[in-house]
Nanobody, 123 residues
């Protein structure tokens, strides 16, 4: 059974950095794109970043582009989200998901979800 275990969230001041990790079990990065969605309090979930190792494609939401970076360590079966220059608007629960796809207002409904890790950015 596919399991996604997210970790790395916490409390950080604006301008700081965090790195989220997602350990994927019973999962092949070649079968599905994987990445991160997030949901802020009282708001709809939104796609953050996806990566597909099958073709190397990566995408980011416009409001995180240039600040966040997604990567995969295949040896560790782990996907990372490096978050720099964090803003209070980034405060949300971050979910590791697969498959991962979004563009504009469209987003796929992932089949697999991690438990979520809370990121809180203070001003």
């Amino acid at each position: 059974e596919v399991q996604l275990q997210a970790s790395g969230g916490g409390l950080v001041q604006a301008g700081g950095s965090l790195r989220l990790s997602c350990e994927a079990s019973e999962f092949s990065f070649h079968d599905y794109a994987i990445g991160w969605f997030r949901q802020a309090p009282g708001k709809e979930r939104e796609g953050v970043s996806c990566i597909a190792s099958s073709d190397g494609s990566i995408n980011y939401a416009d409001n995180v582009k240039g600040r966040f970076a997604i990567s995969i360590d295949t040896a560790k079966n782990t996907v990372y989200l490096q978050m720099n220059s964090l803003k209070p608007e980034d405060t949300a629960v971050y979910y590791c998901v697969a498959p991962c796809y979004f563009r504009g207002n469209y987003k796929v409904n992932p089949s697999y979800w991690g438990q979520g890790t809370l990121v809180t950015v203070s001003s």
